[in-house]
């Protein structure tokens, strides 16, 4: 038995109640089995053991009044898995199915995904089983201020500095931010995402989709092409999934379908973006309120957006999104590459099926990098006091996301990872991001 296959033994038997946490485990440590080959120093000093044990994990009670006076308590949790590189940085997510492995999944990715963005940031993650879907804007004040009276506790500027995820966007990073700093006294950036009044970056916003979008790109032009007249599906109708529209169509792409929970729209003529903004950014309403605008689209209720033909999938939404038969049915319909803007949107099965059958495929901790990254940026200006303009950190987030597509294909190349006649990027990004990781780990000692 290898090394990592007995470690990966000792995470089922430990954590068999993680699902989601073992998926993304599994991934990371398969493709990492060459790089024990030549790092035998790397099994000696349990690196494996170490990195998938997050360094603290923290669960708490987030209890609030609701618009009935009525008391409610939903669960809060920030795990804060490695800090070899930087102070942890990672998302809060804010919806019902969130669970303790749910977290740790995403810390885990977090840590190689903010490795290879180059950046000095380490990988952690949280949030809570609150939904804030239908409820008044007091009653998600209620809940942020609550969640953050236990959460301050835990970060700081240079321990360990939050961001948005899926349920938490500007509204909720504000209420977040306000009571940190009534609390504790201090104007300091410990949470990014933040409105441009009081210390946001320009960019940030945009910056996951555009980032998923350069770096999609820069796939293409490695087979010969770019985005100019390609057709493209993109689940979801959140932040990424919009500002990746955005992106496709500056670039000469068109979308066709985007999506929400309960079902997805197809417009032959290309998303019409200013009307799906207004429903999701401004009215917070549903996707098949689209038909309102554009009467010829289509809305089809629950799953099957990638039954829509297209050249390139961009899954969007949330892990576990596109299965084995999406994958089949995006083969067959003869699409060339997708690229994940979600954490872990694609399962296992259907990675593989894409892979073999000649799909270039992005992993989600590569392609999505860029909202990390210009969280990172954020951090960068608050510190020095100063804003960046628009273009500038547009600029950096570009350059960042060119370099990550190219250390995760140089690192494919040094392991003659391929699949399908394609690098294999979810082994390059994988070895890319870990290297730089244990190296650090190796030089701090038993940890
Ligand atoms: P948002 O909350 O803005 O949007 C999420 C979108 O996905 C919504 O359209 C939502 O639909 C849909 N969705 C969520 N859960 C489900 C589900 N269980 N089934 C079907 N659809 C679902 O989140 P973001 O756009 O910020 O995040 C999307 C993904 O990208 C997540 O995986 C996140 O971790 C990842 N990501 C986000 C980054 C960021 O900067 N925001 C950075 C890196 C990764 P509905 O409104 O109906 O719930």
């Not at 809940?143 to 236990?150: D, G, K, L, N, P």
């Not at 000649?358 to 999505?368: I, R, W």
Request: glycine share 12%; aromatic share 8%.
């Amino acid at each position: 038995m290898s090394y990592t296959e007995r470690v990966l033994d000792l995470l089922k038997a430990k954590n068999s109640n993680e699902p989601e946490f073992i998926q993304a485990a599994t991934e990371v440590l398969e493709s990492l089995e060459p790089v024990f080959a030549k790092h035998p120093e790397y099994e000696e000093a349990s690196i494996l053991e170490r990195i998938t044990e997050p360094e603290r994990q923290v669960m708490f009670r987030v209890p609030w009044v609701d618009d009935n006076g009525k008391v409610q308590v939903n669960r809060g949790f920030r795990v804060q898995f490695n800090s070899a590189i930087g102070p942890y940085k990672g998302g809060l997510r804010l919806h019902p199915s969130v669970n303790l492995g749910i977290i740790k999944f995403l810390g885990f990715e977090q840590i190689f995904k903010n490795s290879l963005t180059g950046l000095p940031i380490g990988g952690g993650k949280g949030g809570s089983d609150f939904d804030p879907k239908g409820k008044s804007d007091r009653e998600v004040m209620a809940f942020c201020q609550s969640f953050m009276t236990e959460l301050c506790r835990h970060i700081g500027a240079d321990t360990d500095v939050p961001a948005g995820d899926i349920g938490t966007g500007a509204r909720e990073i504000g209420y977040m931010y306000g009571q940190y700093k009534r609390i504790k006294n201090c104007y300091e950036g410990v949470l990014t995402g933040k409105g441009l009044t009081y210390g946001g970056s320009l960019t940030r916003t945009e910056a996951t989709g555009y980032g998923l979008v350069y770096f999609a790109n820069e796939m293409l032009k490695d087979l010969g092409t770019d985005f100019t007249g390609k057709t493209v599906v993109v689940s979801g109708s959140g932040n990424v999934a919009i500002y990746a529209t955005e992106k496709v169509h500056q670039l000469g792409g068109k979308v066709v379908a985007l999506s929400d929970s309960n079902g997805w729209i197809y417009d032959e003529e290309g998303i019409d973006l200013a009307a799906v903004k207004e429903i999701k950014e401004v009215k917070r309403g549903r996707i098949k309120e689209y038909l309102e605008y554009r009467p010829n689209a289509k809305y089809t209720e629950g799953k099957g957006i990638w039954t829509v033909k297209c050249d390139v999938a961009l899954p969007c939404a949330t892990q576990n999104e596109l299965h084995l038969d999406d994958a089949k049915t995006l083969v067959a319909n003869g699409c060339v590459l997708v690229a994940e803007g979600a954490n872990m949107p694609t399962t296992l099965d259907a990675t593989k099926y894409l892979q073999e059958n000649g799909v270039y495929f992005a992993p989600g901790k590569a392609s999505n990098a860029g909202g990390v990254a210009t969280s990172a940026l954020e951090m960068s200006q608050n510190s020095q006091r100063l804003s960046w303009t628009f273009e500038e950190v547009d600029a950096k987030l570009h350059d960042i996301m060119v370099n990550i597509y190219k250390n995760a294909s140089a690192a494919a190349d040094e392991y003659g990872a391929t699949i399908g006649g394609k690098k294999n990027l979810v082994i390059g990004a994988n070895i890319a991001g870990f290297m730089k990781v244990a190296e650090a780990m190796m030089a701090q000692g038993i940890v």
